[in-house]
């Protein structure tokens, strides 16, 4: 407990430090770090009530030292639908049949992610801020690849050194062992899925900054973290994020082509050569691939359990117009007692292996399309930002719309919704792509402006000369040459 204690201290003074001596919006790419970061084992309970988990101790910071902030104030986009997605899940709750898991997880949703959105939003100051904190979580995420290669191939995990905690699958503290799979990294979070999301999202962010970064240091930083996310992405053995992550390449390959598309070419080599020089790479993908194919495998029922979910949800939700409208009530799902068949064999569903299923489900179907509305507005904006664009400004606009697309297609098949380290990467990215084209705006009429400015000032510079002088005194440019002089 006094390690927790310890690092939660420093994580508080650290933010604090940050912005007294570089100012609030500085601080965001040092919260960035610390929430992608920091394992949900490094919490403080209290007893009866409630956990202060430690991107919450930092939340809690970031929301006093906004007393120290002087940016100006700019609407925040997408706050209507996040109001409303908030009221339905509280709504669905009040109706819930596990109602105090509900009303808890919708606090922990709002709390957690929508209070840090805003705080991204609004916050956030110049382009090359949102640039800082991308940099912050590609930062972090490096840090946590560095733990997933020492528990890969030293075989112990940095989470031995915190508090157990029971989390929705397993209990912490010790190697992930999959009978199917061996051992599969997780670093600082809960499941190995979790963090090969989480890398499946940044990769794409580390390519991206390896471009545009003028920093030799930070550009060999986010190339040494960039090995060592592709061999922790490796190690997780989670098929969706591969899947994710080849389908982030692809779409940055075909719209990035002039810019990050070069850095995918020479990450697609560099895996080309290490399949050659160690084939047992290329074979432990392949068989992946065949066992998840093969139909009777462990690897393909869980892969087929994904399929199952949707037909379970919309058995249940047809049971009463009530639930087929507000759900069973967020969190509610292990408490449903859900029996399905998976080749024939009838099995329990203890637990929703896809977040599309599980809002289904526990906030019916108004629910799913309420969070339809939200992911959906934000993916279109991107994509319209990307088009009114020109380049190389509009490229970043990919790197947004990428980020989305995986926790998306992620979302199909894995519970990666209200929980984890990742999701704050993905409410911090979209806070980002929100704020991104009004910030560049500001900074290109700034620059019109100056420039019009230095130009202004040119011509005063030139009549104050001795040559534009004896112009102006001798009258030989005329009343209305002396007054453009001047």
């Not at 992550?245 to 850095?263: S, T």
């Amino acid at each position: 407990m006094a390690l927790v204690v310890f690092l939660n201290l420093v994580a508080v003074v650290a933010l604090v430090y940050q912005c007294m001596t570089h100012g609030f919006s500085r601080t965001l790419p040092l919260a960035a770090f610390f929430f992608v970061v920091f394992p949900d084992e490094c919490k403080l309970q209290i007893p009866g009530l409630f956990d202060l988990t430690p991107q919450r101790i930092q939340i809690i910071t970031l929301l006093l030292l906004t007393a120290t902030a002087k940016t100006p104030r700019r609407v925040v986009a997408l706050s209507g639908a996040m109001v409303t997605l908030a009221a339905w899940w509280l709504l669905s709750a009040a109706v819930s049949v596990v109602f105090l898991a509900s009303l808890k997880s919708v606090l922990s949703q709002v709390l957690d992610y929508f209070v840090v959105y805003y705080l991204f939003a609004r916050y956030i100051s110049s382009t090359e801020a949102i640039k800082d904190v991308l940099f912050g979580i590609v930062a972090g995420l490096t840090v946590c690849s560095v733990f997933g290669v020492i528990e890969a191939y030293a075989q112990w995990t940095v989470l031995s050194i915190f508090p157990a905690v029971a989390h929705r699958f397993t209990v912490s503290g010790g190697l992930y062992l999959d009978k199917a799979r061996g051992l599969r990294v997780q670093s600082t979070y809960a499941h190995p899925i979790l963090f090969g999301s989480a890398l499946a999202m940044t990769i794409p962010i580390a390519l991206y900054l390896a471009r545009v970064s003028k920093s030799t240091v930070r550009k060999m930083v986010i190339w040494v973290g960039l090995l060592l996310m592709f061999a922790c992405i490796f190690k997780t053995a989670s098929r969706g994020p591969w899947m994710a992550l080849g389908g982030a390449c692809a779409i940055l390959f075909a719209f990035c082509w002039r810019g990050v598309g070069r850095n995918i070419a020479m990450v697609g080599a560099l895996a080309l050569a290490v399949m050659i020089v160690r084939p047992g790479v290329w074979e432990t993908i392949a068989n992946h691939y065949l066992t998840t194919v093969d139909g009777h495998s462990y690897e393909a029922e869980s892969y087929l359990y994904r399929y199952e979910l949707y037909r379970l949800a919309g058995q249940e939700l047809a049971r009463s117009p009530l639930r087929a409208v507000l759900g069973y009530g967020p969190q509610s799902f292990p408490t449903l007692g859900l029996v399905g068949t998976i080749n024939g064999r009838t099995m329990a569903f203890a637990s929703c292996d896809s977040s599309i299923s599980a809002l289904l489900i526990e906030t019916g179907y108004v629910g799913l399309a309420i969070a339809t509305f939200l992911f959906g507005s934000a993916f279109v904006r991107m994509v319209r930002d990307y088009l009114s664009l020109s380049w190389p400004d509009s490229e970043i606009c990919v790197i947004f719309a990428v980020n989305l697309f995986v926790f998306l297609f992620e979302m199909t098949n894995v519970a990666i919704l209200g929980w984890g380290q990742q999701n704050f990467i993905l409410w911090v990215v979209i806070a980002l792509a929100m704020s991104y084209p009004a910030l560049l705006r500001q900074e290109q009429a700034g620059g019109t402006q100056n420039r019009t400015q230095d130009t202004a000032n040119s011509k005063y510079s030139w009549s104050e000369t001795h040559f534009g002088r004896l112009l102006l005194e001798t009258g030989s440019t005329g009343a209305g040459g002396a007054q453009w002089l001047r």
